[in-house]
């Protein structure tokens, strides 16, 4: 079974434009992560958010994390044509082992 | 510094047969893991490593056989291939302290 929903599935804006992407788990969590993938591609590690930590920032990537709702949204500003990809939350229990949510397929528009 | 490559990259094959994919990492890390991508379904671990000889079974390991001989390799073993099989699979592997992983290129799978 998926921990992790992102929501929305899909989301298509302009280049510029900032998009939001959230994500829920069921379950308490030592902390969760963002990978985005390409098409066709394996997926990259974007960031990692701990259980203790509210928000985290890497370059243009936002993430905010709150345990008391089980949910995270990662954010990216001023998008461009190369943020293109689909972006998955995983939690990660015991032995590394990740569970990934389905989704959210982001177009980015030039 | 190739990282972590699979082999092949595509594969066809027929019902029943026996297909065994490849995965190959160079950076000594201690966890490796095989997981299927579905339509839907995000990604789903079918098997993971934690060491050379130490395995464990995914969310749904029905239908496919690992081994790790060597911490550097992870082969992917479908003993009799089914067309639910097909799908894209992906290894990846992440040092023993660290929960970032790092993720091969992919298989795309087509059981016929």
């Known amino acids: 079974s998926q921990q992790g929903e992102e929501d929305p599935q899909a989301l298509s804006i302009q280049e510029g434009e900032n998009a939001t992407m959230n994500c829920s788990y069921k379950?308490?969590?030592?902390?969760l992560q963002w990978y985005r993938q390409n098409s066709g591609r394996g997926l990259v590690h974007l960031i990692l958010?701990?259980?203790?930590?509210r928000e985290k920032h890497s370059g243009r990537l936002r993430v905010t994390l709150d345990t008391s709702k089980k949910s995270s949204s990662l954010l990216i500003t001023a998008s461009r044509a190369a943020d293109t990809a689909s972006y998955f939350c995983?939690?990660?229990?015991?032995?590394?082992?990740?569970?990934f949510g389905a989704g959210t397929r982001l177009a980015v528009h030039p | 510094d190739a990282g972590i490559t699979q082999s092949p990259r595509y594969k066809i094959t027929e019902t029943g047969r026996q297909v065994t994919l490849m995965c190959h990492q160079t950076w000594s890390h201690s966890y490796m893991f095989w997981y299927r991508q579905d339509l839907g379904h995000g990604l789903r671990l079918i098997y993971y490593?934690?060491?050379?000889?130490?395995?464990d079974k995914g969310e749904v390991p029905d239908g496919y056989v690992v081994s790790r001989s060597k911490t550097e390799n992870f082969p992917l073993t479908l003993e009799s291939a089914t067309r639910s099989q097909t799908s894209v699979y992906f290894c990846?592997?992440?040092?023993?302290?660290?929960?970032?992983?790092?993720f091969g290129p992919g298989t795309r799978l087509t059981v016929l």
């Open positions: 990846a592997s992440s040092k023993l302290l660290e929960n970032e992983q790092f």
């Open positions: 995983a939690t990660t229990g015991g032995y590394n082992k990740l569970i």
């Open positions: 379950t308490s969590i030592n902390n």
């Open positions: 490593s934690a060491a050379a000889d130490i395995t």
């Open positions: 958010i701990r259980s203790n930590e």
